[in-house]
């Protein structure tokens, strides 16, 4: 049998591991009697852990929240993955990049030395794919996510893109709250329109919750499938087909295997070993020969016909640009690196 410490460490990480346990299967599990199982919760309930006990043959123990955050207990992995997920923090645009310095901190003093080595060999920059958008105040995702959990009509006001407060944002929505949800480094929510009876989209940094929130509604069935499959859909310009709104086919001039890790959701077949057919969507035409246009290979467009014609006129578009260059005449494209 283990030591009294030790076994209180194994039986809490069993209670954090899941939402309910059987008294006889954590009995079993710890090698101790159901009795000895009772006295060492009633331990943990003494160090501030609120477990709560299930009388009767099928009673058992579930570890429950309390009204404040007792000592919590970690295994390696979860440890490294807890700072590493901490280091990252600033990419979630949620503005805790302070709370998640000072957390990680924390974590990193109570590590054992072998935890603690391996966290400081691994320092991570973490750098933002896109430009930085205002950060979203974690209140207003605390206040969003709570009227999403209790199902409760969420009012706000919401900022037009690059409002500058004159005549302010206009009436308050109204929502039916559903989601909230990354897409490019931004938080969104996903919710039903009372005012224009449809779905929308909302920029969480252009939010301002209003309070009290409305009366609980009954959740619709979000289109699409669901929340992923909406949200990308909305981001498309698809209304709801599910498909890019323009979506043509071209053949490169290039191995299949250079091509297919750059496409994410087109479609890639080999027709040799340096030719390969190509299918891709895009917002618009111009903008899917654009995306075409970033391989370094001959091309054929399959079609359809305006796809061919938004060649046409990017071909015009780089000619003109090309000629207003003037003083070069090295026709050798170098890397920037080079």
Known sequence: MQKTSARLLSLLSMLQARRDWPGALLAERLGISPRT?????????????????????????????????PPLLFDDEQAVA?????????????????????????????MP????????????????????????DSGV?????????????????????????????GPPRRVEPHHLVTWGGR??????????????TFRADRIAPRVPTGPRFTPRELPGGGVAA??????????????????????????????SPYLHDGVVEALGPDRCRAILGSWSWVGLAASVGRFDADIEVVGPAALKDAFAHLA???????????????????????
């Open 37 to 69: 199982v009772r006295r060492d919760v009633d331990r943990l309930r003494e160090l501030g852990y609120p477990i709560v006990a299930a009388k009767g043959p099928d009673g058992g123990y579930r570890l429950d929240a309390g009204t404040r955050l």
């Open 82 to 110: 807890l700072a590493i997920a901490l280091q990252s923090a600033t990419t979630t645009g949620a503005g805790i990049e302070e709370a998640a310095a000072r957390a990680l901190t924390t974590v990193r003093q109570v």
């Open 113 to 136: 030395a072998r935890l603690r080595h391996r966290i400081d060999a691994l320092q991570i920059t973490a750098v933002e794919r896109y430009a930085p958008d205002p950060p979203v």
């Open 141 to 169: 995702l605390v206040s969003v996510g709570a009227a999403v959990q209790a199902g409760e009509v969420l009012r706000f006001d919401y900022a037009s893109p690059g409002s500058d407060g004159g005549d302010g944002p």
């Open 187 to 200: 938080w969104y929510l996903v919710a039903w329109d009372l005012d224009r009876e449809d779905w929308r």
């Open 230 to 259: 909406f949200v990308a859909d909305r981001f498309r310009g698809s209304g709801g087909s599910g498909e890019w709104p323009c979506r043509g086919e071209v053949i490169l001039g290039l191995p299949a295997a250079a091509v």
């Open 316 to 338: 015009r578009r780089y000619a003109d640009a090309a000629s207003s260059r003037g003083a070069s005449t090295d026709d050798t494209i170098r890397h920037p690196d080079a």
